[in-house]
Structures are given as structure tokens and as C-alpha cells.
């Protein structure tokens, strides 16, 4: 059958095995969501939000881009964090990075991506703000693997600098920014333990929207 169609004989198969172990399964679903976690992952077919942290339908709101990239401009990008922090009310916001990503990889290409450039130039601007570091590692599997993680780190410091995020941390003591890295090779996910209180103090020095005017 051709791969199409075959989604559609998957899709039957899962509503059967969701009633099977719960025939109120999809009533429940249709009443709301309560999610716990804002994920804010790349668009990578292989780093799956849901299936790799075995969350359940409800438990995870997800917004998924070119290599995690969380752009001050991009109104899709605020407008999640704004509906997840504000109106969810999630408790933790998860940066989800993952080694050998194509997005970080054209990035550190000196080439012409057309209309991807200005994408991928959030991720130049976090080499440069970390080039000495990285430009220190002979290696070269090795830097493209330490800006991904740099990349998470740097966009767990952009989803910092929001009013939505420091305004309900501020009254509520949630939510917290975490950065992960999944281990495309061996499926783990590692915590980076980017330290948000402290990335926070820091952010308030000069990005400081936690109280109306
Ligand atoms: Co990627």
C-alpha cells in the first residue's frame, strides 16, 4: 500500500488500541488539556517530543522548529510560550536539543542557504558569542556537538528574557527553563542543568519585563 494511505490504517489502529485500554480515552482528550511541559524541540523527524519521553496526548504542549531556535521576532515561537506560561500555566519549559542536528550543521557551513539565512544566523550568533571556546576544539565532530549544546543553552536564555516567563516566575516560583540534549546515538536525553535562577538573576540586569509599568 502506498505509504499515504498507510497513515490513515495506522491512525485506525491506534483509536482501537486507545478505546481498548480506555473507551472514554478520546471523550477525556476533547474535554481539555492540562499540560505540565512546554517542549521546544527541532522539527528533526528522528527526535520525537512525545514517544521519547513517553508522554501521553495532554501531557506536553510541543512547538518544534530548525534547530530549536527561540527568536525574539518569530510571533509563532512568542506566541506558544505566551499561551503555555500565561493561559496553561505549564510548570517547565524544556529545551530539546539533539546531536548531529542538520540545522546546527549548515550553520557552521560557510555557504549561501537562501532564505534560510536569516534562521540559521541565530545559530552564527551563538558561535560567535561562544567562538573562542569552540574554535579551541581540534575536533571537528566534537565543536558541532558542543554548539548544539550551546544552542540550547542559548535558547534557554532567550525563553528567559521573555515578560511571560519572568512575570509568572516571578508571582507563581514557575515556570523553569530546563535545556536537554537528545543523544541521537544511544536515545538518551541529557540534562544539561542550565541553571535557571541563576541565568535569571543575570537576565534581570538588563532584560528585566517582570513588572507591569
Ligand atoms: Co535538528
Excluded at 67 to 76: H, R
Excluded at 119 to 137: A, F, G, P, T
Excluded at 156 to 162: L, R
Excluded at 171 to 190: A, E, N, R
Aim: proline share 2%; with cysteine.
Amino acid at each position: 500500500m502506498e505509504k499515504y494511505y498507510q497513515i490513515f490504517e495506522k491512525n485506525k489502529k491506534w483509536v482501537e488500541e486507545h478505546k481498548a485500554s480506555d473507551k472514554d480515552f478520546f471523550k477525556q482528550l476533547a474535554e481539555g488539556q492540562n499540560p505540565d511541559f512546554l517542549y521546544i524541540g527541532c522539527s528533526d523527524s528522528r527526535v520525537t517530543a512525545e514517544e521519547m519521553t513517553g508522554s501521553k496526548p495532554g501531557e506536553m504542549f510541543v512547538h518544534r522548529n530548525i534547530a530549536n531556535v527561540i527568536s525574539n521576532t518569530d510571533l509563532n515561537a512568542m506566541s506558544v510560550i505566551e499561551y503555555a506560561v500565561s493561559y496553561l500555566k505549564v510548570d517547565h519549559i524544556v529545551v530539546c536539543g539533539h546531536y548531529y542536528c542538520g540545522g546546527v550543521k549548515a550553520a557552521m557551513e560557510s555557504k549561501d542557504y537562501g532564505i534560510l539565512n536569516p534562521w540559521l544566523r541565530n545559530i552564527r550568533d551563538v558561535y560567535r558569542l561562544h567562538q573562542k571556546e569552540l574554535d579551541s576544539i581540534s575536533n571537528a565532530d566534537d565543536r558541532y556537538q558542543r554548539l548544539v549544546e550551546l544552542n540550547v543553552l542559548e535558547q534557554c536564555i532567550n525563553v528567559t528574557k521573555t515578560a511571560a516567563v519572568q512575570k509568572r516566575y516571578l508571582s507563581d516560583g514557575y515556570p523553569k527553563v530546563h535545556g536537554w540534549v537528545f543523544d541521537i546515538k544511544t536515545g538518551h536525553l541529557i540534562d544539561l542543568k542550565f541553571d535557571f535562577e541563576e541565568n535569571l538573576k543575570h537576565i534581570r540586569e538588563i532584560y528585566d519585563l517582570g513588572h507591569s509599568v
